[in-house]
């Protein structure tokens, strides 16, 4: 009798011990034991230092304009310290290096109701790119869905707190091993998990209208992570 109980307690004592390890290695774990830089500024209000604009051309495929070759599109463009688009045509203005662990922050305003999207986990440079779709269409802002070929699961409002065109809104994807999380307006309005592929370039689309992008930094960067551009 004094063996078995012996065994059982034993048995619970390692239950414990493993459990205690799961958590800490799991969902629950403090974000900022590993990971404790502050926000990096990504956008200098003057150019587009660290950003490609990569836009469709007539024939529907995708151009990517590097530094000195920025000033041949005008889809993207700087103003009043703002990152801006004109909506047309479509394609998006991307970030130079890629990211998967990170908190991605900017302020987006619209001046009529429409449609734009952050896309993260970006691998390669298309009109439509395989990724993830953190939504900025006004009825669905914080919306987050897969687009070309990428998976993952959930990603439906839970909320709604976008504020109407004219106003500026406070926008942040929050991503950890997969898992995607939304909040606008200090409001949590998506959440997403099992992201495939969940590393890549972070992206701000041009779709249909104007739109104006300040205040963009990001957090937990990793900047040992590169992609090489496909030829």
Known sequence: MKLRLAIVLLA??????VAAQIQRSGDYRDPDWMYDEGWTTLF??????????????????AKRFRENEVSQQETFFIKDGKLCTTGKPNGYVRTVDVYDNFVFHVEVRFS??????????????EVWPKGVECQ?????????????????EGGEMIHAAAKPPGEWNTYEVYS????????????????????NPRVGYVCL???GVPA????????????????????
């Open 176 to 195: 950890e091993e997969g898992r995607v999380a939304t909040v606008l307006n200090g409001v949590l309005v998506g959440i997403g998990s099992n992201a």
């Open 44 to 61: 200098n209000e003057k150019d587009f230092t660290g950003w490609v604009p990569v836009v469709a051309q007539p024939d529907g495929k």
């Open 205 to 207: 689309q041009s779709e």
């Open 212 to 231: 104006e992008f300040r205040n963009i930094k990001v957090k937990r960067y990793t900047p040992a992570w590169h992609i090489r551009d496909e030829k």
């Open 112 to 125: 009529e109701s429409g449609n734009s999207g952050v896309l993260v986990y970006v691998q390669r440079d």
């Open 136 to 152: 900025l269409y006004q009825a669905h802002m914080g919306r987050i869905f897969p687009i070309q070929g990428a998976t993952m």
């Open 12 to 17: 619970v004592a390692v239950l414990v011990v």
